[in-house]
């Protein structure tokens, strides 16, 4: 089995081996930008880092820098940046976005990631997608693979909604499985078994998750859907 395109939940991975335990597991990172997957690379050696993107590729560098392009404290969050040939030239006629994207060689992902003590890259979210609320940084990823962990629940999508004190607060779009029956009540008491009290969505919402054909979450189209 191999994934790529977006982070797939750990819980569904495992769910996945209990059926089909003999199967391997593996995942591939990277972007239109860097030619493709292969940036960051798991390999099938590692599946006991089921959750990680991985490591550098093959003659690929990788750091996770602050908004000032320096290096995070291992285990901190920061924007992922790639290094390596298969860093496209730039953007077509767009000579700005080029130089907001690459900055002395290193593409610049928009991916919001972690590295663990044995050097492995796990994705928290997409820069853009982060919600603040109340001056915490909200990763809607992590929230999201708790979420769909819960059996009742087939999707899930996390989104910032504006909020006259807190700037934002975190709404969790619910798609429940079908046949079940779900409540917010039943949504809540998980959330709050399974997430500090500042993480846990103000807003539950039931709807289906929008995804498009490579099955991304198109969370542009809820924020307008729920924000006007």
């Known amino acids: 089995m ?3 395109a977006q982070p797939v939940p750990p819980s569904l991975v ?3 081996k209990e059926y089909f335990p003999d199967m391997q597991y593996d995942t591939n990172y990277g972007l239109s930008e860097s030619t493709g997957p292969g940036c960051v690379h ?17 003659g690929w560098e990788v750091r996770i820098v602050d ?8 285990g ?23 130089a907001e994207t690459i900055k002395d060689g290193w593409l610049y992902t928009g991916d919001v990631a972690r590295m663990d003590s044995d050097g492995f890259i796990y994705l928290t979210d997409r820069k ?19 979420l769909q962990s ?42 709050e078994q399974n997430l500090p009290r500042f993480k846990q969505p103000r ?20 924020r307008k859907k729920y924000t006007g």
């Open 67 to 74: 908004d000032n392009g320096e290096d995070v404290t291992q």
């Open 150 to 191: 819960h059996p009742k629940i087939y999707d899930v999508a996390v989104i910032g909604l504006p909020d006259e004190r807190l700037g934002e607060i975190a709404a969790a779009v619910i798609d429940p499985n079908p046949g079940e029956t779900l409540t917010e009540e039943e949504v809540s008491a998980f959330c």
């Open 128 to 146: 853009k997608d982060v919600v603040i609320t109340g001056g915490e940084n909200i990763y809607p990823v992590e929230l999201e693979d708790i």
């Open 76 to 98: 901190e969050n920061g924007e992922l940046i790639v290094k390596g040939n298969g860093v496209m030239k730039g953007y077509y006629k767009n000579p700005a976005s080029t």
């Open 2 to 4: 191999h994934i790529g």
């Open 14 to 16: 495992k769910h996945w």
């Open 203 to 222: 807003r539950i919402i039931f709807d289906k998750v929008p995804r498009n054909p490579t099955g991304k979450i198109e969370k542009p189209k809820l």
């Open 42 to 58: 798991l390999g099938i050696e590692n599946e006991h880092k089921v959750g990680a993107i991985g490591k550098a590729g093959y």
